[in-house]
């Protein structure tokens, strides 16, 4: 499978950009970038996900670098809602996920 | 909105007692899969369906089962729990229209084994 590898924690403060950096040097052509997020003591829930050009939804907005070896998640305004451990997740299309470690986002007020 | 529950939110349970853990999904969504999370572990997938009556080995299927009778329902069976099973499970489901892009979870079930 191929890896990822996300800081393990990370501190931003409330109504402030977030960036969270995910490094995936041995991508393939046809792995889809994933993000996920778990909210304490929830499941995880969907947040964005793209193949090759930069992505918006209304949750955040995904910039992955021209050599697909590293992608960033970015939340434009924190809120303290926004606390949880983000999954940058590589999965070829149609296969089932791997979830490592991800990365614990504190939001200060 | 898409709606994952499951059976319960706790369970304790002692040595060898069989264990099941239901998970119901609302949007009629093909493909239901069963994961443990574990510290420093992440999310591991046990088992997965893409279709009533079939099932599919994940990562660490063994101690565990599976049962999809209805289209909505994905059970996870311990057969014989054991203290190494104590985890949180999450299960969730996806449709196959959206290329599995999109999981979605239920609240998980936090099993202690005794």
């Known amino acids: 499978d191929a890896k990822t590898t996300q800081p393990n924690s990370m501190e931003s403060n409330e109504e402030e950009p977030v960036h969270l950096p995910c490094n995936h040097s041995?991508?393939?052509?046809?792995?889809?970038i994933h993000w996920y997020r778990q909210l304490p003591s929830q499941g995880p829930e969907y947040v964005i996900h793209?193949?090759?050009s930069n992505v918006n939804n209304r949750m955040a907005s995904l910039a992955i670098a021209e050599d697909r070896k590293s992608s960033t998640l970015i939340l434009h305004r924190a809120t303290l809602r926004d606390a949880a451990v983000y999954y940058c997740?590589?999965?070829?299309?149609?296969?089932?996920?791997?979830f490592g470690p991800g990365t614990r986002l504190s939001v200060l007020p | 909105d898409v709606k994952v529950t499951q059976s319960s939110r706790y369970l304790v349970k002692r040595t060898g007692e069989k264990v099941f853990l239901e998970c119901v999904q609302d949007?009629?969504?093909?493909?239901m899969f069963w994961y443990r999370q574990d510290p420093g572990l992440g999310l591991r997938l046990i088992y997965f369906?893409?279709?009533?009556?079939?099932?599919e080995k994940g990562d660490i299927p063994e101690g565990y089962s599976v049962s999809r009778e209805k289209k909505e329902r994905f059970s996870l069976i311990l057969e014989s729990a054991s203290t190494n099973q104590t985890s949180m499970y999450l299960c969730?489901?996806?449709?196959?229209?959206?290329?599995?892009?999109?999981?979605?979870f239920g609240p998980g079930t936090r099993l202690l084994v005794l």
């Open positions: 949007m009629d969504h093909e493909n």
């Open positions: 041995t991508i393939s052509g046809t792995d889809y």
């Open positions: 369906s893409y279709d009533v009556k079939m099932k």
């Open positions: 793209g193949l090759t």
């Open positions: 969730a489901s996806s449709p196959t229209s959206q290329g599995l892009e999109t999981q979605y």
């Open positions: 997740i590589l999965r070829p299309y149609g296969q089932n996920f791997v």
